[in-house]
C-alpha cells in the first residue's frame, strides 16, 4: 500500500486520512487538482480535479494510487478508469499555447487548475492544489501543498488523469511531426528533441517563449503546419470524446 506521508499535525487535518481539513465528516468532499506538461516545450498544459469524500480516499490508495510519475505508462492507463469510477465527479481541462505564452506557464497552469474545479459537477468543501501556489480568484477553500501529488491521495489520483489525457493527445499529434520524437519525449526537451528543434524550428503546436531558452530567434525557425489541423483543436476533441 501507498504511504502517504503528511507534513501537518492531526490537530489541523482529519485523522484517519491524509487530506483531511478540519472536519470528522467522513462524508465530507475534498477536491484534489494537479497539472501536467507544465515543463514542455510543446502542447498545451493539462490540469485534472476530481472531488471525493473523505471515506474513499483510502480506496484510491488501495486502488494504487500514488504520483503519476512514479508510475508506468501501463499502470497509468489501468488506473484512468478505476479512478473515474470511484470519485464523486471529476473534469479535465487545459490552457492553450497561446495562453501559455500571453500569460506565462506559471499563471496558465493556475488557470488550467481553476477551470478543471469551476466545471465540477458538485462542489468540495475544500480543495488541495498541487504546487506552492494558490489559485487566483477561486471561490472555494483552498490548501496549496508542496509535492502534493506525493502527500495527497486526491492530488495524485488527478495527477493520473491529466497525465494520461495529455499522454493520449501528444500520442495522437505525434505522427504528424515524426522528426521530434514526440511519442517518447511527450513534448518534454530531452537531446533528440532539442536537436530536431535546431535543425527543423518550431511547429506551430511548440511554445515559443520555452524554446528560445534553448536556441536563438525561435521566432524565425518557426514550420508552417503540415496539415490544416495546426491548433490541436481537433484532436483535444476526439481525445475528450474517448475518455470521457
Not at 503528511?6 to 481539513?21: A, E, R
Not at 500514488?66 to 473515474?84: C, E, G, V, W
Request: charged share 20%; proline share 7%.
Amino acid at each position: 500500500m501507498v504511504q502517504f506521508q503528511l507534513p501537518f499535525s492531526d490537530s489541523q487535518f482529519y485523522p484517519t486520512h491524509p487530506d483531511g481539513f478540519l472536519s470528522d465528516n467522513p462524508d465530507a468532499l475534498i477536491a484534489g487538482v494537479d497539472e501536467v506538461g507544465r515543463g514542455s516545450l510543446f502542447g498545451p498544459v493539462v490540469a485534472a480535479a476530481i472531488a471525493v469524500p473523505l471515506s474513499s480516499l483510502s480506496e484510491l490508495i488501495a486502488l494504487g494510487v500514488k504520483d503519476s510519475k512514479q508510475l508506468s505508462f501501463a499502470k497509468r492507463q489501468t488506473l484512468f478508469p478505476l479512478i473515474k469510477n470511484q470519485v464523486v465527479a471529476w473534469h479535465i481541462s487545459y490552457a492553450t499555447i497561446a495562453e501559455i505564452e500571453a500569460l506565462n506557464i506559471r499563471q496558465a497552469s493556475l488557470l488550467a487548475m481553476k477551470r478543471c474545479l469551476q466545471k465540477l459537477s458538485i462542489s468540495p468543501q475544500h480543495c488541495l492544489i498541487d504546487g506552492r501556489d494558490r489559485i487566483p480568484d477561486l471561490d472555494l477553500p483552498q490548501t496549496a501543498l508542496i509535492r502534493g501529488d506525493q502527500i495527497s491521495p486526491a492530488i495524485a489520483a488527478a495527477s493520473i488523469l491529466a497525465k494520461v489525457w495529455r499522454d493520449e493527445l501528444i500520442l495522437r499529434i505525434a505522427p504528424r511531426y515524426p522528426e521530434y520524437d514526440l511519442a517518447r519525449n511527450k513534448g518534454y526537451g530531452t537531446q533528440k528533441h532539442r536537436t530536431a528543434l535546431q535543425k527543423y524550428g518550431l511547429t506551430p503546436l511548440h511554445r515559443p517563449s520555452f524554446c528560445r531558452k534553448i536556441m536563438l530567434n525561435a521566432d524565425s525557425f518557426i514550420k508552417p503546419p503540415k496539415s490544416p489541423n495546426s491548433g490541436g483543436l481537433d484532436d483535444i476533441k476526439i481525445v475528450k470524446n474517448r475518455l470521457s
